[in-house]
C-alpha cells in the first residue's frame, strides 16, 4: 500500500499541467484559523522551516505539499525520474512551476513561495491557483497535503474587504470535493466547540467520516486546565480522532529551535501531562496516522476513480474530434465543408434533414405554411365587394400584395435557413469561411428575387388582361340574362344542378347545333359583364317607368344593400347634389345580380392565383437555389483560398482544441498510472 501515495503524486502532477479540476482526487486539505499554528504543523511533519511567516494572511495561494520518503541511495533514482541533477544533500526540495533546479537550502524554498504567491496573487489578494512543492527526505513520511490560507474575519491594512468571504470560498472549493479528508487545526488554548475549523468540516461531513483533528499549543493552556475530555472526544466527538501536538514557540522561532529539539520536548511534555494517552499524540503519531488514513482513502477511491478517468477520456476524444483534424490540404477540405452545406441546405427544404429545428417550423415546412397558410389566409381575408370602383379588374389587382409578400416570407426563410443547416461546427472554427458562405447564398437569393416578384406581376397581369366569362366555373354567367329581364335569380340559382343536367344532354348535340348556341351565349355573357364593368348598366325601365342610373347602381353595390336607401350623385355646376333615396325592387335586385357576379369571378381567379404563385415561388427561387447553390459555392469560393485566408481557423476554437488535446493526453497518462497499479497494492 506504500505504492499508493506515490500514484496519487503522479496524478496530482499530471493534472496540475493542465489545470483540471474535473477529476477529484484524494487528498488531505489543512484548514484552521489564522494563527492556528498549520504553519508549524506542517513543519514539523517536515523536519524543515521553509513556510513563510508574518502578520496578517501569509498564505494567500493553496500549496500542494508532497512528501516522498526518499533513502539515500534512492536519491540518484529520484533525479534521474524528475530530470534534475543530483544534489549533494540527502534532504531536497523541487518545484514544479520552475523545471530542472533542484532546492537543497529551504530559506530559498520560502522565498520561492512568498515570490510564487506575489506573481499571481499581488500582495494582498487570495488566488485559487496552486504552487506544487515537492520535498524528498529520509525523515519524512510518504504524503500528501494542501495547505490554504487561514480563516479570518477582519481585513487589515489594504487587504479586500471581503477577504473572509474568498478565503471561505477558497476553503469551501477545496473540501467539498467528496475524496478529500479534512485536517482540522485548532489551537488548545480556545474552546473547541467554537473552532472555526470544526464548524467548517461540520458543515460539509456532518457525520465526521473524513474529518481528522489536531489540536495544538497544548502547552500554552492556563495552569490547572488539560486536553484530556476533548482529545478524548467527549466535547466534540470526531469519528477519525483528534490528535494533540506542541508547536514552537514564537521565541523558539526567532531563535531559529530545530524541529528535532522541538519534537523532543513535545514527546517529553505528552507523557509528563498526558501519559495515558501520549502514544496517541504527537507529531510523528500524526505523520503516520496522515499516512495511513490517506493510503487507506486513496485505495478506496481508486476504482471509481479508474472509471471516471475511462468515462472522460472517451468525452474529450469526442470534443478533440468535434475540433476537427490540422488542416492539410486546404482546397480538399473547402470542397467537403460546401458540399456538406449545400447538401444540408437542400435537405432542409426538402425535410429529409437529421438536424432539422422541432421547436418551431424550419426549412421546407416553413415554406409549405407559408403558401397553405399563411398566403391562402391573406388571399381569404380579401373581400372583392370592398369597393366598387373598378368592379373585376379592381378586385383582382388587390392579390397581387399578398402574393408579393408570400415571396418575401419565402425569401426569409431561404435566408434563416443558412443558420440552421449543418457544417456548423465547421463554421464556427472557420468564421472567415462562414462569413463568406452566407454573403454567397445572400447574394443568390437576392438576384432571384427580382426574377420571382416579375414573374407573380405577370401572373396578376395574366389574369387582369382577359376577363373569361366562359371559364368553366363561372356558372354565374349563364343566368344574368334572365335575372336582367325579371327571372328570379334565387330561383335560378336553385335550378343549377338542373342546368348542369342539361349540359350532359347538350353534349350529344350535332356540333353545327353546339356551335350556334355557343356563339348565341358568347355574346349574351360578354354583353352583360362589359355593361357591368364599365358601369354602365343603364337602360333598364323599372316597373314604375323610371331608367335606372349607373351611378345608383354602383353606390347601391358598394354599401352591399344594407338598407332599402341610395344616396345618388348628380352634376350640379362644379359641385355635387347628395339625394338619399330609397332603391326599388329592381334595383335591389340588379345589385344582387352584380354582387354575385363579382363574387363568383373573383373567387375564381383567386383560386388560379393561390396555385400558381406557389408554383411560380418554388420554380424561380427556391428549386433554382437548390440547383445552383453549390455550383454557385464552388464557383465564387474555391478560387480564392489562397487570396481570402477563408480557412484560417478561429483562436478561440485553436485555443479550445489545445486545451481539449492536453486533456486527452493527461487523461491517458493517468489512466496508465492507474494501470501500473497492482491488485497486490490495494490490499
Not at 56 to 72: E, N
Not at 160 to 188: F, G, K, S, W
Not at 320 to 332: A, C
Not at 530 to 546: A, K
Request: charged share 25%; aromatic share 6%.
Amino acid at each position: 500500500m506504500d505504492a499508493l501515495i506515490p500514484v496519487l503524486n503522479k496524478l496530482q502532477d499530471v493534472f496540475n499541467t493542465v489545470g483540471s479540476e474535473s477529476i477529484q482526487l484524494p487528498q488531505i486539505v489543512v484548514v484552521g484559523s489564522q494563527s492556528a499554528g498549520k504553519s508549524s504543523v506542517l513543519e514539523n511533519l517536515v523536519g524543515q522551516d521553509f513556510l513563510p511567516r508574518g502578520a496578517g494572511i501569509v498564505t494567500r495561494r493553496p500549496l500542494t505539499l508532497q512528501l516522498v520518503y526518499t533513502l539515500p541511495e534512492d536519491k540518484e533514482m529520484q533525479c534521474n525520474h524528475l530530470g534534475v541533477p543530483v544534489p549533494k544533500e540527502d534532504e531536497f526540495a523541487v518545484f514544479t512551476h520552475i523545471k530542472g533546479k533542484v532546492y537543497t537550502d529551504f530559506n530559498e524554498v520560502r522565498q520561492e513561495i512568498e515570490a510564487e504567491t506575489d506573481r499571481i496573487g499581488g500582495k494582498k489578494n487570495i488566488s485559487h491557483e496552486p504552487i506544487t512543492l515537492k520535498i524528498y527526505s529520509p525523515k519524512v513520511v510518504t504524503l500528501t497535503l494542501i495547505d490554504l490560507p487561514g480563516l479570518t474575519k477582519i481585513p487589515v491594512e489594504d487587504q479586500p474587504v471581503d477577504i473572509e468571504q474568498q478565503v471561505r470560498d477558497l476553503i469551501m472549493h477545496y473540501i467539498t470535493n467528496p475524496n478529500c479528508i479534512i485536517l482540522a487545526i485548532t489551537p488548545a488554548n480556545v474552546d473547541f466547540s467554537t473552532s472555526e475549523a470544526v464548524k467548517f468540516a461540520k458543515e460539509i461531513d456532518p457525520e465526521g467520516r473524513r474529518t481528522l483533528a489536531v489540536l495544538t499549543k497544548l502547552d500554552l493552556m492556563d495552569r490547572g486546565t488539560d486536553a484530556y475530555d476533548v482529545l478524548c472526544g467527549r466535547i466534540v466527538p470526531v469519528k477519525l480522532g483528534i490528535i494533540g501536538v506542541v508547536n514552537r514557540s514564537q521565541e523558539d522561532i526567532h531563535k531559529k529551535k530545530p524541529i528535532e529539539e522541538a519534537l523532543r520536548y513535545e514527546a517529553a511534555f505528552l507523557q509528563k501531562n498526558y501519559p495515558s494517552i501520549a502514544s496517541r499524540n504527537g507529531t510523528p503519531f500524526l505523520a503516520k496516522t496522515l499516512n495511513r488514513l490517506l493510503m487507506h482513502h486513496i485505495r478506496e477511491c481508486l476504482p471509481a476513480l479508474k472509471t471516471r478517468i475511462n468515462v472522460m477520456v472517451s468525452q474529450f476524444h469526442t470534443l478533440v474530434s468535434s475540433f476537427g483534424e490540422p488542416i492539410e490540404d486546404k482546397g480538399r477540405l473547402l470542397l467537403q465543408i460546401i458540399t456538406k452545406f449545400a447538401s444540408s441546405y437542400c435537405a432542409t427544404i426538402e425535410g429529409t434533414s437529421r438536424n432539422i429545428e422541432v421547436a418551431e417550423l424550419c426549412g421546407g415546412a416553413r415554406i409549405c405554411y407559408i403558401f397553405h397558410e399563411t398566403f391562402a389566409r391573406a388571399l381569404d381575408s380579401l373581400n372583392p365587394l370592398d369597393t366598387f370602383e373598378l368592379l373585376v379588374k379592381r378586385q383582382i389587382k388587390r392579390l397581387e400584395d399578398p402574393s408579393q409578400r408570400c415571396v418575401e416570407l419565402v425569401h426569409e426563410e431561404l435566408q434563416r435557413i443558412i443558420q440552421h443547416c449543418g457544417a456548423q461546427q465547421e463554421f464556427i472554427r472557420f468564421p472567415k469561411l462562414h462569413e463568406k458562405i452566407v454573403d454567397v447564398v445572400t447574394h443568390l437569393l437576392r438576384r432571384r428575387l427580382p426574377e420571382t416578384n416579375k414573374m407573380v406581376e405577370n401572373l396578376v397581369a395574366i389574369e387582369l388582361a382577359y376577363i373569361n366569362t366562359k371559364h368553366p366555373d363561372f356558372h354565374e354567367a349563364g343566368l344574368i340574362h334572365k335575372a336582367l329581364t325579371g327571372g328570379d335569380y334565387r330561383t335560378e340559382v336553385q335550378q343549377l344542378q338542373q342546368q348542369k343536367e342539361q349540359q350532359i344532354q347538350r353534349s350529344r348535340e350535332t356540333p353545327r347545333e353546339k356551335e350556334n348556341r355557343s356563339i348565341d351565349e358568347t355574346k349574351l355573357s360578354r354583353t352583360i359583364l362589359n355593361h357591368i364593368i364599365d358601369g354602365e348598366v343603364n337602360g333598364i325601365q323599372e316597373p314604375n317607368g323610371s331608367t335606372s342610373s349607373p351611378y345608383t347602381s354602383n353606390a347601391a353595390v358598394t354599401s352591399k344593400i344594407p338598407s332599402s336607401t341610395i344616396t345618388t350623385m348628380s352634376p350640379a355646376g362644379e359641385g355635387t347634389t347628395i339625394n338619399p333615396r330609397k332603391l326599388s325592387p329592381r334595383e335591389q335586385r340588379d345589385c344582387e345580380v352584380i354582387e354575385r357576379l363579382i363574387r363568383s369571378y373573383f373567387l375564381i381567379v383567386r383560386k388560379n392565383i393561390q396555385d400558381s404563385i406557389p408554383k411560380a415561388i418554388m420554380h424561380f427561387l427556391v428549386n433554382f437555389v437548390k440547383d445552383n447553390l453549390q455550383s454557385e459555392l464552388v464557383a465564387a469560393l474555391y478560387k480564392t483560398v489562397a487570396d481570402q485566408e477563408l480557412l484560417d481557423e478561429s483562436g478561440h476554437i485553436a485555443a479550445r482544441r489545445k486545451d481539449a488535446q492536453e486533456m486527452l493526453e493527461a487523461l491517458h497518462k493517468a489512466n496508465q498510472i492507474i494501470s501500473e497499479v497492482r491488485e497486490t497494492h490495494l490490499w
